[in-house]
């Protein structure tokens, strides 16, 4: 089993910045993907930005140059640094983690959400 934890989130003015953390745990043998999705109300869940294990990245085009998304293999951490804020940023972000187990099986995690407040 696999336990992802947030944190980061939070108000933060037009132009701010945040950083999100999401720390992975339990029984990891190896993580492929570590990613930050985002929901906003009414919409349905949408990706920010993923890295893959050989620390490629891809985000979302209402974020690029905007947001970076990194990784610390060594702790199994990924970071979404969030600049130039605005308010349709505004939503609940989701850490997502998949790899395999010990065991060798596939596992896909989800975090349980931070949210995210843009707003003067």
């Known amino acids: 089993q696999v336990q992802l934890v947030e944190s980061g989130g939070g108000l933060v003015q037009p132009g701010g910045s945040l950083r999100l953390s999401c720390a992975a745990s339990?029984?990891?043998?190896?993580?492929?993907?570590m990613g930050w999705y985002r929901q906003a109300p009414g919409k349905q869940r949408e990706l920010v930005a993923v890295?893959?294990?050989?620390?490629?990245?891809n985000y979302a085009d209402s974020v690029k140059g905007r947001f970076t998304i990194s990784r610390d293999n060594a702790k199994n951490t990924v970071f979404l640094q969030m600049n130039s804020l605005k308010p349709e940023d505004t939503a609940v972000y989701y850490c997502?983690?998949?790899?395999?187990?010990?065991?060798?099986?596939?596992?896909?995690?989800w975090g349980q959400g931070t949210q995210v407040t843009v707003s003067s």
């Open positions: 890295i893959t294990s050989g620390a490629s990245t």
């Open positions: 997502n983690v998949q790899g395999r187990d010990f065991l060798n099986r596939y596992f896909g995690s």
């Open positions: 339990g029984s990891i043998f190896s993580i492929y993907v």
